[in-house]
Protein backbone atom coordinates (compact mmCIF):
# COMPACT_ATOMS: atom_id res chain seq x y z
CA UNK A 1 0.00 0.00 0.00
CA UNK A 2 1.54 3.18 -0.88
CA UNK A 3 2.22 5.69 2.01
CA UNK A 4 0.96 9.05 1.08
CA UNK A 5 2.24 10.66 4.45
CA UNK A 6 3.75 13.88 4.08
CA UNK A 7 7.44 13.64 3.86
CA UNK A 8 10.44 14.78 6.11
CA UNK A 9 12.76 17.29 4.73
CA UNK A 10 16.37 16.69 4.93
CA UNK A 11 18.13 18.37 7.58
CA UNK A 12 21.05 20.95 6.78
CA UNK A 13 24.09 21.87 8.77
CA UNK A 14 26.42 24.27 8.47
CA UNK A 15 30.07 24.27 10.02
CA UNK A 16 32.87 26.96 9.68
CA UNK A 17 36.09 25.98 9.15
CA UNK A 18 39.39 28.66 9.89
CA UNK A 19 41.91 30.19 11.89
CA UNK A 20 40.39 33.33 13.38
CA UNK A 21 43.49 34.62 14.21
CA UNK A 22 45.08 37.81 12.40
CA UNK A 23 48.80 39.69 12.98
CA UNK A 24 48.32 43.23 14.47
CA UNK A 25 46.49 45.09 11.04
CA UNK A 26 45.71 41.84 9.33
CA UNK A 27 42.76 42.01 6.91
CA UNK A 28 42.65 38.66 4.94
CA UNK A 29 40.02 36.14 6.68
CA UNK A 30 39.89 32.76 4.85
CA UNK A 31 37.03 30.19 6.32
CA UNK A 32 35.57 27.17 4.88
CA UNK A 33 31.87 26.47 5.05
CA UNK A 34 30.81 22.96 4.81
CA UNK A 35 27.06 22.26 4.56
CA UNK A 36 25.50 19.01 5.09
CA UNK A 37 22.12 17.94 3.96
CA UNK A 38 21.01 14.65 5.47
CA UNK A 39 17.88 12.65 5.70
CA UNK A 40 16.35 13.39 2.53
CA UNK A 41 16.80 10.10 0.74
CA UNK A 42 13.38 8.56 2.04
CA UNK A 43 11.79 11.32 1.78
CA UNK A 44 12.57 11.79 -1.76
CA UNK A 45 10.78 8.37 -2.55
CA UNK A 46 7.60 9.71 -1.24
CA UNK A 47 7.80 13.24 -2.67
CA UNK A 48 9.14 11.95 -5.98
CA UNK A 49 5.54 10.20 -6.67
CA UNK A 50 3.93 13.55 -5.87
CA UNK A 51 5.65 15.42 -8.67
CA UNK A 52 8.64 16.71 -7.36
CA UNK A 53 11.11 16.47 -10.50
CA UNK A 54 10.70 17.61 -14.25
CA UNK A 55 13.79 15.89 -16.38
CA UNK A 56 14.76 16.66 -19.88
CA UNK A 57 17.32 14.59 -21.88
CA UNK A 58 18.70 16.32 -24.89
CA UNK A 59 20.47 14.01 -27.40
CA UNK A 60 22.73 14.67 -29.90
CA UNK A 61 21.52 13.63 -33.11
CA UNK A 62 24.18 15.82 -35.45
CA UNK A 63 25.91 13.94 -38.56
CA UNK A 64 28.78 13.15 -36.45
CA UNK A 65 27.05 10.62 -33.93
CA UNK A 66 27.08 8.18 -36.97
CA UNK A 67 30.74 7.67 -36.65
CA UNK A 68 31.60 5.49 -35.61
CA UNK A 69 27.67 3.58 -35.00
CA UNK A 70 27.61 2.82 -31.80
CA UNK A 71 27.67 6.67 -30.76
CA UNK A 72 24.26 6.66 -31.68
CA UNK A 73 23.20 3.16 -30.31
CA UNK A 74 24.99 3.77 -27.32
CA UNK A 75 23.13 7.31 -26.72
CA UNK A 76 19.78 5.66 -27.40
CA UNK A 77 20.73 2.59 -25.22
CA UNK A 78 21.67 5.07 -22.18
CA UNK A 79 18.62 7.11 -22.29
CA UNK A 80 16.43 4.62 -22.37
CA UNK A 81 17.96 3.17 -19.46
CA UNK A 82 17.87 6.84 -17.79
CA UNK A 83 14.42 7.12 -18.36
CA UNK A 84 13.51 3.34 -16.69
CA UNK A 85 15.24 4.78 -14.04
CA UNK A 86 13.12 7.89 -13.64
CA UNK A 87 10.51 7.74 -10.35
CA UNK A 88 6.87 7.38 -11.23
CA UNK A 89 5.23 11.08 -10.87
CA UNK A 90 8.16 12.50 -12.31
CA UNK A 91 7.77 14.56 -15.48
CA UNK A 92 9.86 14.19 -18.44
CA UNK A 93 10.89 14.64 -22.20
CA UNK A 94 13.48 13.76 -24.84
CA UNK A 95 14.44 16.42 -27.13
CA UNK A 96 16.56 15.63 -30.30
CA UNK A 97 19.70 17.63 -30.95
CA UNK A 98 21.14 18.87 -33.50
CA UNK A 99 21.27 22.73 -35.75
CA UNK A 100 17.74 22.83 -34.47
CA UNK A 101 15.82 21.04 -31.28
CA UNK A 102 12.73 18.19 -31.90
CA UNK A 103 10.84 16.63 -29.59
CA UNK A 104 11.08 13.65 -29.54
CA UNK A 105 8.34 12.40 -26.45
CA UNK A 106 6.16 13.28 -25.46
CA UNK A 107 5.91 16.36 -28.20
CA UNK A 108 3.50 18.63 -28.75
CA UNK A 109 5.75 20.88 -26.03
CA UNK A 110 4.37 18.72 -23.14
CA UNK A 111 6.42 17.04 -19.92
CA UNK A 112 5.10 13.16 -20.25
CA UNK A 113 4.65 12.48 -16.45
CA UNK A 114 6.67 8.25 -15.58
CA UNK A 115 4.71 5.74 -15.11
CA UNK A 116 5.05 2.01 -16.90
CA UNK A 117 3.08 3.05 -20.15
CA UNK A 118 5.02 6.61 -20.53
CA UNK A 119 8.28 4.87 -19.86
CA UNK A 120 7.76 2.34 -22.89
CA UNK A 121 6.33 5.19 -24.96
CA UNK A 122 9.68 6.78 -24.64
CA UNK A 123 11.69 3.68 -25.31
CA UNK A 124 9.88 3.08 -28.46
CA UNK A 125 10.23 6.68 -29.51
CA UNK A 126 13.56 6.35 -29.16
CA UNK A 127 13.62 3.79 -31.94
CA UNK A 128 13.34 7.01 -34.20
CA UNK A 129 16.22 8.61 -33.05
CA UNK A 130 18.66 9.42 -36.32
CA UNK A 131 21.66 11.13 -36.92
CA UNK A 132 21.96 13.75 -39.93
CA UNK A 133 22.42 18.08 -39.38
CA UNK A 134 25.05 20.10 -37.31
CA UNK A 135 25.02 21.37 -33.80
CA UNK A 136 23.54 24.06 -31.93
CA UNK A 137 23.31 23.51 -28.30
CA UNK A 138 21.84 26.88 -27.26
CA UNK A 139 18.77 25.50 -29.33
CA UNK A 140 18.63 22.46 -27.17
CA UNK A 141 18.29 24.56 -23.93
CA UNK A 142 16.21 26.74 -25.37
CA UNK A 143 13.54 24.25 -25.54
CA UNK A 144 14.47 22.43 -22.61
CA UNK A 145 14.11 25.39 -20.41
CA UNK A 146 10.53 25.89 -22.25
CA UNK A 147 9.61 22.53 -21.60
CA UNK A 148 10.35 22.98 -17.96
CA UNK A 149 8.82 26.12 -16.95
CA UNK A 150 5.64 24.56 -17.64
CA UNK A 151 6.15 22.47 -14.49
CA UNK A 152 5.68 23.60 -10.82
CA UNK A 153 8.45 20.60 -10.10
CA UNK A 154 10.74 21.68 -7.36
CA UNK A 155 13.55 19.75 -9.45
CA UNK A 156 14.23 21.27 -12.55
CA UNK A 157 17.25 19.33 -14.35
CA UNK A 158 18.65 18.58 -17.82
CA UNK A 159 20.90 16.25 -18.79
CA UNK A 160 22.84 16.71 -21.99
CA UNK A 161 24.83 14.40 -24.11
CA UNK A 162 26.73 16.09 -27.28
CA UNK A 163 30.19 14.60 -29.08
CA UNK A 164 31.05 17.84 -31.24
CA UNK A 165 31.39 21.33 -31.21
CA UNK A 166 29.36 23.97 -30.98
CA UNK A 167 29.80 24.64 -34.59
CA UNK A 168 26.29 26.06 -35.75
CA UNK A 169 25.96 28.58 -33.29
CA UNK A 170 28.24 31.68 -32.11
CA UNK A 171 29.11 31.43 -29.11
CA UNK A 172 27.91 34.39 -27.78
CA UNK A 173 24.39 33.27 -28.46
CA UNK A 174 25.07 29.96 -26.38
CA UNK A 175 26.62 31.96 -23.62
CA UNK A 176 23.52 33.88 -23.42
CA UNK A 177 21.36 30.95 -23.53
CA UNK A 178 23.33 29.71 -20.60
CA UNK A 179 22.83 33.15 -18.80
CA UNK A 180 19.00 33.17 -19.52
CA UNK A 181 18.21 29.40 -18.32
CA UNK A 182 20.59 29.88 -15.06
CA UNK A 183 18.53 29.34 -11.79
CA UNK A 184 15.89 28.30 -13.83
CA UNK A 185 17.14 24.37 -14.12
CA UNK A 186 20.42 22.76 -13.27
CA UNK A 187 21.99 20.33 -16.47
CA UNK A 188 24.84 17.79 -16.06
CA UNK A 189 26.45 17.42 -19.31
CA UNK A 190 28.38 14.79 -21.42
CA UNK A 191 31.10 14.70 -23.96
CA UNK A 192 30.95 11.22 -26.16
CA UNK A 193 34.01 10.07 -28.08
CA UNK A 194 37.12 13.35 -28.18
CA UNK A 195 35.71 15.42 -30.98
CA UNK A 196 34.17 17.58 -28.41
CA UNK A 197 35.09 20.76 -26.62
CA UNK A 198 36.12 20.30 -22.96
CA UNK A 199 35.78 24.01 -22.46
CA UNK A 200 32.17 24.00 -23.78
CA UNK A 201 30.99 20.94 -22.03
CA UNK A 202 32.28 22.20 -18.58
CA UNK A 203 31.09 25.91 -19.07
CA UNK A 204 27.55 24.21 -19.63
CA UNK A 205 27.64 22.39 -16.82
CA UNK A 206 29.43 25.23 -14.43
CA UNK A 207 27.04 27.70 -15.81
CA UNK A 208 23.94 25.44 -14.83
CA UNK A 209 25.29 24.31 -11.57
CA UNK A 210 25.66 20.33 -12.66
CA UNK A 211 28.65 17.82 -13.69
CA UNK A 212 30.64 17.54 -16.69
CA UNK A 213 32.63 14.36 -17.75
CA UNK A 214 33.88 12.28 -20.53
CA UNK A 215 32.65 9.01 -21.80
CA UNK A 216 35.68 8.47 -24.43
CA UNK A 217 33.62 5.33 -25.23
CA UNK A 218 29.78 4.59 -25.86
CA UNK A 219 29.63 1.54 -24.46
CA UNK A 220 29.62 3.35 -20.99
CA UNK A 221 27.17 5.69 -21.54
CA UNK A 222 24.32 3.73 -19.92
CA UNK A 223 25.90 3.05 -17.16
CA UNK A 224 26.77 7.13 -16.74
CA UNK A 225 22.91 8.23 -17.70
CA UNK A 226 21.94 5.66 -15.14
CA UNK A 227 23.98 6.83 -12.60
CA UNK A 228 23.30 10.85 -13.42
CA UNK A 229 19.20 9.75 -12.76
CA UNK A 230 19.57 8.12 -9.52
CA UNK A 231 21.53 11.66 -8.68
CA UNK A 232 18.44 13.65 -9.87
CA UNK A 233 15.85 11.01 -8.27
CA UNK A 234 18.04 11.87 -4.65
CA UNK A 235 17.54 15.32 -4.76
CA UNK A 236 14.80 16.96 -2.88
CA UNK A 237 15.41 20.50 -1.73
CA UNK A 238 15.87 22.91 -4.86
CA UNK A 239 17.18 26.14 -5.23
CA UNK A 240 19.41 26.69 -2.19
CA UNK A 241 21.65 29.63 -1.62
CA UNK A 242 23.79 30.49 0.54
CA UNK A 243 23.89 34.04 1.85
CA UNK A 244 26.68 36.36 3.14
CA UNK A 245 26.03 39.00 5.35
CA UNK A 246 29.15 41.59 6.27
CA UNK A 247 29.73 44.14 8.61
CA UNK A 248 30.03 47.52 7.43
CA UNK A 249 34.15 48.11 5.99
CA UNK A 250 34.23 44.32 5.08
CA UNK A 251 34.54 43.14 1.68
CA UNK A 252 33.96 39.53 0.18
CA UNK A 253 37.05 38.42 -1.77
CA UNK A 254 35.96 35.52 -3.46
CA UNK A 255 33.01 32.21 -2.54
CA UNK A 256 34.26 29.35 -4.27
CA UNK A 257 33.03 25.67 -3.96
CA UNK A 258 35.94 23.54 -3.42
CA UNK A 259 34.48 20.37 -2.85
CA UNK A 260 33.54 17.76 -4.73
CA UNK A 261 34.67 19.90 -7.17
CA UNK A 262 35.98 23.30 -7.68
CA UNK A 263 33.35 26.36 -9.20
CA UNK A 264 33.90 29.80 -8.47
CA UNK A 265 30.91 31.49 -7.83
CA UNK A 266 31.82 34.95 -6.75
CA UNK A 267 30.24 36.53 -9.79
CA UNK A 268 27.22 35.01 -9.28
CA UNK A 269 25.83 37.14 -6.47
CA UNK A 270 22.58 38.39 -6.36
CA UNK A 271 22.02 41.57 -4.36
CA UNK A 272 19.76 40.79 -0.92
CA UNK A 273 19.30 43.37 1.02
CA UNK A 274 22.13 45.65 2.70
CA UNK A 275 25.09 44.43 2.96
CA UNK A 276 24.39 40.61 2.29
CA UNK A 277 24.65 38.89 -1.36
CA UNK A 278 22.99 35.19 -2.48
CA UNK A 279 25.52 32.64 -3.97
CA UNK A 280 23.66 29.88 -5.73
CA UNK A 281 24.62 26.03 -4.93
CA UNK A 282 21.25 24.38 -7.17
CA UNK A 283 19.47 20.88 -5.80
CA UNK A 284 20.45 18.93 -2.15
CA UNK A 285 19.75 15.29 -1.63
CA UNK A 286 22.27 13.24 1.20
CA UNK A 287 25.11 15.12 0.30
CA UNK A 288 27.90 17.34 1.68
CA UNK A 289 29.45 20.07 -0.23
CA UNK A 290 32.58 22.70 0.97
CA UNK A 291 32.53 26.54 0.53
CA UNK A 292 35.92 28.79 0.88
CA UNK A 293 35.00 32.21 1.35
CA UNK A 294 37.52 34.55 1.64
CA UNK A 295 36.79 38.48 3.65
CA UNK A 296 38.96 41.46 3.75
CA UNK A 297 38.19 43.20 7.20
CA UNK A 298 39.24 46.49 8.29
CA UNK A 299 42.55 46.37 9.84
CA UNK A 300 42.38 46.27 13.98
CA UNK A 301 44.88 46.62 16.78
CA UNK A 302 45.91 43.52 18.49
CA UNK A 303 42.85 42.57 21.13
CA UNK A 304 40.15 43.58 19.12
CA UNK A 305 37.52 41.12 17.31
CA UNK A 306 34.68 41.08 14.96
CA UNK A 307 31.99 39.07 13.10
CA UNK A 308 33.66 38.99 9.80
CA UNK A 309 31.17 37.52 8.27
CA UNK A 310 27.64 34.97 8.38
CA UNK A 311 26.77 32.36 6.04
CA UNK A 312 23.22 31.69 5.78
CA UNK A 313 21.41 28.62 4.03
CA UNK A 314 18.25 29.30 2.26
CA UNK A 315 15.49 27.73 0.74
CA UNK A 316 12.55 30.04 -1.20
CA UNK A 317 9.64 30.49 0.21
CA UNK A 318 6.50 30.19 -1.19
CA UNK A 319 5.29 32.92 -3.33
CA UNK A 320 5.10 36.29 -1.38
CA UNK A 321 6.89 34.50 1.64
CA UNK A 322 10.08 35.34 2.61
CA UNK A 323 12.97 32.17 2.34
CA UNK A 324 13.14 30.05 5.29
CA UNK A 325 16.30 30.13 7.16
CA UNK A 326 17.68 25.95 6.66
CA UNK A 327 21.09 26.39 8.93
CA UNK A 328 23.95 28.84 9.64
CA UNK A 329 27.33 29.72 10.30
CA UNK A 330 29.71 32.50 11.40
CA UNK A 331 32.96 33.31 10.59
CA UNK A 332 35.24 35.19 12.84
CA UNK A 333 38.23 37.66 13.12
CA UNK A 334 40.13 37.88 16.26
CA UNK A 335 43.17 40.21 16.64
CA UNK A 336 46.46 38.79 18.08
CA UNK A 337 50.25 39.46 19.17
CA UNK A 338 50.76 35.12 19.67
CA UNK A 339 53.15 34.73 16.08
CA UNK A 340 52.27 31.06 16.27
CA UNK A 341 48.42 31.86 16.89
CA UNK A 342 48.09 34.20 13.57
CA UNK A 343 50.87 32.32 11.25
CA UNK A 344 48.98 29.02 11.68
CA UNK A 345 46.88 27.74 8.56
CA UNK A 346 43.79 25.92 9.15
CA UNK A 347 44.32 22.35 7.96
CA UNK A 348 40.89 22.82 5.54
CA UNK A 349 41.73 26.00 4.30
CA UNK A 350 44.99 24.78 3.37
CA UNK A 351 43.89 21.52 1.91
CA UNK A 352 41.46 23.36 -0.32
CA UNK A 353 43.67 26.06 -1.24
CA UNK A 354 46.08 23.27 -2.99
CA UNK A 355 42.77 21.68 -4.23
CA UNK A 356 42.10 24.72 -6.32
CA UNK A 357 45.79 25.31 -7.15
CA UNK A 358 45.82 22.27 -8.74
CA UNK A 359 42.64 22.36 -10.80
CA UNK A 360 44.29 25.40 -12.19
CA UNK A 361 48.04 23.83 -12.49
CA UNK A 362 46.61 21.37 -14.71
CA UNK A 363 44.11 23.71 -16.81
CA UNK A 364 47.64 25.73 -17.53
CA UNK A 365 49.56 23.18 -17.96
CA UNK A 366 47.34 21.55 -20.83
CA UNK A 367 47.06 24.36 -22.49
CA UNK A 368 50.80 25.29 -22.46
CA UNK A 369 51.06 21.81 -23.75
CA UNK A 370 48.29 23.09 -26.72
CA UNK A 371 50.70 25.37 -27.56
CA UNK A 372 53.82 23.67 -27.70
CA UNK A 373 55.31 25.54 -24.76
CA UNK A 374 57.25 22.70 -23.05
CA UNK A 375 58.98 23.74 -20.66
CA UNK A 376 55.96 25.51 -19.43
CA UNK A 377 53.63 22.45 -19.65
CA UNK A 378 56.05 20.77 -17.80
CA UNK A 379 56.51 23.46 -15.23
CA UNK A 380 52.42 23.48 -14.31
CA UNK A 381 51.86 19.56 -14.92
CA UNK A 382 55.27 19.08 -12.70
CA UNK A 383 53.41 21.29 -9.62
CA UNK A 384 50.29 19.65 -10.72
CA UNK A 385 51.71 15.94 -9.56
CA UNK A 386 53.29 17.39 -6.46
CA UNK A 387 49.84 18.77 -5.13
CA UNK A 388 47.97 15.50 -5.87
CA UNK A 389 50.27 13.77 -4.36
CA UNK A 390 50.96 15.58 -1.18
CA UNK A 391 46.89 16.17 -1.00
CA UNK A 392 46.10 12.28 -1.31
CA UNK A 393 44.42 13.11 -4.79
CA UNK A 394 45.23 9.58 -5.94
CA UNK A 395 42.50 9.29 -8.95
CA UNK A 396 43.75 12.95 -10.37
CA UNK A 397 47.45 11.23 -9.86
CA UNK A 398 47.01 8.25 -11.59
CA UNK A 399 44.96 11.00 -14.86
CA UNK A 400 48.12 12.65 -14.49
CA UNK A 401 50.46 9.94 -15.08
CA UNK A 402 48.87 9.41 -18.14
CA UNK A 403 50.14 12.56 -19.91
CA UNK A 404 53.57 12.59 -17.87
CA UNK A 405 56.13 10.34 -17.15
CA UNK A 406 56.56 10.41 -13.40
CA UNK A 407 60.34 11.32 -11.83
CA UNK A 408 60.02 12.59 -8.50
CA UNK A 409 55.68 13.27 -7.65
CA UNK A 410 57.16 14.69 -4.32
CA UNK A 411 59.44 16.62 -5.48
CA UNK A 412 57.47 17.36 -8.97
CA UNK A 413 59.82 16.45 -11.53
CA UNK A 414 58.32 15.10 -14.75
CA UNK A 415 58.81 14.92 -18.34
CA UNK A 416 55.90 14.83 -20.84
CA UNK A 417 55.14 12.15 -22.69
CA UNK A 418 55.81 12.39 -26.23
CA UNK A 419 52.27 10.80 -27.07
CA UNK A 420 49.36 11.21 -25.08
CA UNK A 421 45.73 9.57 -26.77
CA UNK A 422 42.93 12.15 -26.67
CA UNK A 423 40.85 10.30 -24.94
CA UNK A 424 43.88 10.61 -21.63
CA UNK A 425 44.30 13.98 -21.99
CA UNK A 426 40.66 15.01 -22.15
CA UNK A 427 39.92 13.08 -19.41
CA UNK A 428 42.52 15.07 -17.00
CA UNK A 429 40.84 18.45 -18.32
CA UNK A 430 37.68 17.52 -17.93
CA UNK A 431 38.34 16.10 -14.40
CA UNK A 432 40.65 18.34 -13.20
CA UNK A 433 38.04 20.11 -10.79
CA UNK A 434 37.18 16.95 -9.34
CA UNK A 435 38.56 17.26 -5.73
CA UNK A 436 39.05 15.00 -2.62
CA UNK A 437 38.54 15.69 1.41
CA UNK A 438 40.03 16.92 3.78
CA UNK A 439 42.55 13.18 5.47
CA UNK A 440 40.92 12.32 8.85
CA UNK A 441 43.35 12.39 11.65
Known sequence: MANF?????????????????????????????????????TATRAASAHGSAAVV??????G???????KMRGAREATAAAIDTLRDGTAFAVIAGTHVAKEVYP?????????????A????????????????IGTWLRLADGLLRQSSAAIRHGILLTDGRNEHEDPA???????????????????????????????????????ADIVADPAHLTEDF???????????????????????????????????????????????GPRAGDYPTGSWGDES??????????????????????????????????????????VRAVWTDDLAASTAINPQVAHYTGQAELAQAIQQGLEARKLGDVDGATAKLGRAVQLASASGNADTAKLLAKVVDVVDAAAGTVRLKAKVADADEMTLETRSIQTVRVKKT
Open 5 to 41: AKPSAPRFSVEVYQNEFLPEGGRDVHAIVTVTSTGGA
Open 226 to 272: TLMMENVMGKEVADVALRLWTPVGVEIQYVKQVAPTVQDLSDRRTGA
Open 57 to 62: IMVDCS
Open 107 to 119: GQGRLAVADPATR
Open 289 to 330: REYHVCVRVPAASVGQEMLAARATLLQPGAPGEPPATLAQGL
Open 173 to 211: VLRATLDACAGRFTCDARGVGTDWEVKEVTSIASALLGS
Open 64 to 70: SMEYPPD
Open 121 to 136: QAREALRGLSSGGGTA
